[in-house]
């Protein structure tokens, strides 16, 4: 008897889908860093808080009747009602539009300067870390030079200097805000610089600039996505600060921070509250929500974290 073929007796054979092994691992492991961050109730609440604040900025002028730029000085302190669901300001102005295009101006300066700080932040820490030496502890110098006036200050002087404007907001909020990405940066790189995969980048005559940038800093990942998330809840308490000052963003044009501006005044605070009540809660709210946002990230994104 021949020996029987497998072919014959099984004409129907079940072909295995190729899968992408690199691509099923990138989903495992976003999939374990969104459960991760699903356990933290906070972070979830955050998340919340924040894209509704991101849909009211987007779609501000579909959620109300006013235009943030007109004014009636006949509706000036009315209290909420049916008309005005927030009052109106010392202008006539409907709080409530002021505040939903405010929060264009206040997020979009948050995000904007947040960009440029990682931006140069990484740059500025990946140089100084993987270089070393005598390279590392002269910019090093340099960033302890800056973080030791007191930065506020120094951007009170800036934006005194600068007319003031939501570029300007975001370029002096910049120059200052990058140094403690800068930090991350570089203890990150000085801890992976060492590591096998870095070395045989180096090995094979691959450019520095490429094995910084293709091998080095995408290890760094987790740490720079924390500090960016909550340095746009700083920006936004910034930009707040300088525009009540009147160094910020300039009437007419709404932002959080100068629909404070009132609040200068004890009477007017004590006597018509919704004026600052209902701008201060969006900020308040909108920087623990990012707050929130980074925590449940740094948890989810730490691979020394239990499932």
């Known amino acids: 008897m021949g020996v029987p073929n497998p072919s014959v007796n099984n004409p129907i054979q079940l072909k295995t889908p190729k ?3 690199k691509e099923l691992k990138l989903e495992s492991k976003a999939a374990v860093i969104w459960r991760r961050y699903r356990k933290n109730k906070l972070a979830v609440v955050g998340l919340v808080v924040f894209s509704i604040m991101c849909f009211l900025a987007i779609f501000a002028p579909l959620l109300t009747p006013y235009t943030p730029d007109v004014y009636d000085i006949l509706d000036s302190f009315l209290p909420p009602s049916k008309k005005h669901i927030m009052g109106t300001d010392s202008m006539g102005g409907d709080v409530w539009t002021r505040i939903l295009f405010g929060a264009r101006i206040s997020l979009s300066v948050a995000l904007l300067a947040m960009v440029c700080t990682v931006s140069i932040g990484i740059v500025y820490g990946a140089v100084s870390g993987y270089f070393g030496g005598w390279v590392d502890n002269i910019m090093m110098r340099i960033v302890d030079a800056i973080q030791s006036i007191p ?5 009170l002087i800036v934006a005194a200097i600068i007319t003031p404007s939501l570029w300007s907001t975001v370029l002096v909020l910049s120059a200052f805000g990058w140094t403690g990405m800068a930090r991350i940066v570089r203890g ?5 610089k060492k590591r096998d995969y870095v070395e045989a980048a180096r090995a094979t005559g691959e450019k520095k600039a490429s094995t910084i940038f293709y091998h080095v800093l995408p290890n760094a990942i987790a740490p720079i996505t924390v500090i960016a998330t909550l340095d ?3 920006n936004i308490l910034a930009e707040s600060s300088l525009s009540f000052l009147g ?3 300039q009437p007419p044009t709404p932002s959080w921070g100068n629909m404070l501006t009132s609040a200068q005044e ?4 004590m006597d018509y509250i919704w004026i600052v009540l209902f701008p201060g809660a969006f900020i308040v709210l909108t920087v623990l929500a990012v707050n929130f946002i980074g925590d449940g990230l740094r948890d989810a ?4 974290m239990k499932e």
């Not at 004890?266 to 605070?269: A, N, W």
């Open 266 to 269: 004890l009477t007017t605070v």
């Open 151 to 155: 930065t506020f200050f120094l951007l």
């Open 301 to 304: 994104l730490d691979p020394r």
């Open 232 to 234: 746009i809840a700083a």
């Open 188 to 192: 990150e790189i000085l801890s992976i």
């Open 247 to 249: 160094l910020g963003i």
């Open 19 to 21: 899968t992408n092994v």
